[in-house]
């Protein structure tokens, strides 16, 4: 089993930053991809953006230049820096690993953190 702790969310002005961490205990292997998803109002959720063990990354078109994701393998945590946001950056942010080798969502999801900016 696999829990994920996020934390690092809040209220921010449009322009502004915030960073994102994950922490995951439990069995976690280089080969999992983890990522952050997010999910607004109204909307389905969306990837952000996920990285693999060894640091191969994948972002979503919308956040290309502006959000860096990272990981720590030692401390098993997936960190999330948000850099320039915006108001449609507003969203839940959920972590996400995927026990299998492939990337897109698997199995093990955070309890969510509020990201919220304003104009």
């Known amino acids: 089993q696999v829990q994920l702790v996020e934390s690092g969310g809040g209220l921010v002005q449009a322009g502004g930053s915030l960073r994102l961490s994950c922490a995951a205990s439990?069995?976690?292997?280089?080969?999992?991809?983890m990522g952050w998803y997010r999910q607004a109002p109204g909307k389905q959720r969306e990837l952000v953006a996920a990285i693999t063990g060894v640091g191969s990354t994948d972002y979503a078109d919308s956040v290309k230049g502006r959000f860096t994701i990272s990981r720590d393998n030692a401390k098993k945590t997936v960190y999330l820096q948000m850099n320039s946001l915006n108001p449609e950056d507003t969203a839940v942010y959920y972590c996400?690993?995927?026990?299998?080798?492939?990337w897109g969502p698997g199995s093990y999801w955070g309890q969510g953190t509020q990201v919220t900016v304003s104009s």
């Open positions: 996400n690993l995927n026990e299998g080798t492939t």
């Open positions: 439990g069995r976690v292997f280089l080969f999992n991809v």
